[in-house]
């Protein structure tokens, strides 16, 4: 087994332990990781909604819901793009020794990526929804879907964080 293949719990305080080409090469894997679960999500919604237009209640759809539909596909498209580019982008540049700025572009594609993600699946639901669900508790259970992923994906990544900061700066006074 090398060492890549391994998989290492680190220490809470693992960016105080590790040199920089060790933190390097584990945020390229934890990014890896992520990319794994994330790409998955937005092939297997990207192949339906390819799929979606060639049924016959699509050409039934009104001049909105094509709207939606075509929005929702641009979006799915460039999820798709934003979520696999870290492995080009890694393919490419592999043994150029440049894993920093590897690292530190393919983790905003990430989130690009997500953004896109979440808008996506929004857009989706709203699509969905439109046809099951007759008037304006449609719009209102996918915006509601939308605040939730908004609330998960990025409201409480971002609260952990401050909160940590905040127990760190006062561990340190």
């Not at 080409?21 to 297997?44: D, F």
């Not at 049924?55 to 075509?70: A, C, K, S």
């Not at 592999?94 to 857009?123: N, P, Y």
């Amino acid at each position: 087994m090398t060492m890549t293949e391994r998989t290492v719990e680190l220490p809470e305080n693992a960016d105080d332990t590790e040199n920089a080409r060790e933190r390097a090469n584990r945020r390229w894997h934890e990014i890896l990781q992520e990319t794994r679960v994330a790409q998955t999500g937005v092939q297997i919604l990207f192949g339906f909604l390819l799929s979606v237009a060639f049924t016959p209640l699509f050409r039934e759809l009104g001049t909105f819901d094509r709207t939606v539909y075509i929005i929702t596909v641009v979006l799915g498209a460039a999820a798709t793009g934003a979520l696999i580019a870290p492995v080009p982008i890694h393919r490419f540049l592999s043994g150029q020794r440049m894993k920093d700025e590897v690292v530190a572009t393919a983790g905003r594609l990430m989130m690009c990526g997500m953004v896109l993600l979440a808008l996506t699946i929004g857009c989706t639901v709203l699509l969905i929804l439109r046809i099951v669900v007759p008037g304006p508790l449609a719009e209102a259970l996918a915006g509601g879907i939308m605040l939730w992923f908004g609330l998960c994906w990025y409201v409480l990544p971002l609260h952990l964080r401050r909160r940590a900061t905040r127990r760190s700066g006062a561990g340190g006074s």
